[in-house]
């Protein structure tokens, strides 16, 4: 079986080194790159399965590199950002990426989001669109179909449930979803959420035993996924 090829890009050498280490453990082949315009091009050439993808680097930044891979390339795309900050979150996100990483991170986590990512990615959903049983989401045509039936839905509603079905079994907090979904410079009470997960849950529940619209208590809610 071939190996699948991952392109891990940072101007530190030690982390790309310490990536490599635990992404081969994990049986991945690991390409590096050190600045943008070098992960660009060897995205051109190699087609990884995946890129983890620095923002702070030399010659080209990860954020012209997001947008020039996009150019040519839906390769899955996981930003590693030093700041944490939503703007970098959000950013990284409209660009195109998949998801995100804050420094320092846990090695482990970064090994578990690219696995996660991998899985969505080889599922064979359509660009803007996830699929489970009996319920299916389009970004692009802004369209929600349940057990067969198009169910008209609010803009909001909808990319809250598609940005949680896109990203099953992860926890996302009012304030994330607030970030993410209805961008960082939305100011408003996180009860906004709440609201927006009630009014999925009465189109929802009852659907499928194979996910849920789950809240985590304390925390947030996630699309659980069963058996994931």
Not at 10 to 36: P, Q, S, T, W
Request: hydrophobic share 40%; with cysteine; glycine share 6%.
């Amino acid at each position: 079986m071939n190996e699948t090829k991952i392109l891990v890009v940072d101007d530190e050498k030690n982390i790309c080194e310490l990536l490599r280490l635990y992404l081969e453990k994990e049986g991945f082949a690991v390409l590096m790159a050190h600045d943008g315009e070098q992960a660009v091009e060897t995205v051109r050439r190699s087609a990884p399965a995946l890129v983890l993808l620095d923002i702070m680097m030399p010659k080209m930044d990860g954020w012209e590199a997001v947008r020039k891979i996009r150019e040519f390339s839906k390769v899955p795309i996981i930003m590693l950002t030093a700041k944490g900050e939503t703007f970098d979150k959000v950013m990284g996100l409209e660009l195109g990426a998949d998801d995100y990483v804050v420094k320092p991170f846990d090695t482990k986590e970064v090994v578990a989001r690219v696995k996660a990512v991998l899985r969505r990615s080889e599922g064979g959903a359509s660009e803007g669109e996830v699929s489970y049983d009996k319920l299916t989401v389009n970004i692009v045509k802004y369209e929600l179909v349940v057990d067969g039936k198009k169910v008209d839905t609010p803009p909001k509603e909808l990319e809250l449930l598609y940005h949680l079905a896109k990203n099953p079994n992860r926890v996302f907090t009012r304030d994330q979803l607030l970030d993410e979904v209805w961008g960082f410079e939305y100011f408003g009470d996180s009860r906004t959420v709440d609201v927006h997960i009630k009014r999925l849950r009465e189109k929802l529940e009852g659907v499928s035993d194979q996910w849920e619209l789950k809240t985590v208590w304390g925390v947030g809610y996630k699309f659980e996924v069963k058996n994931a």
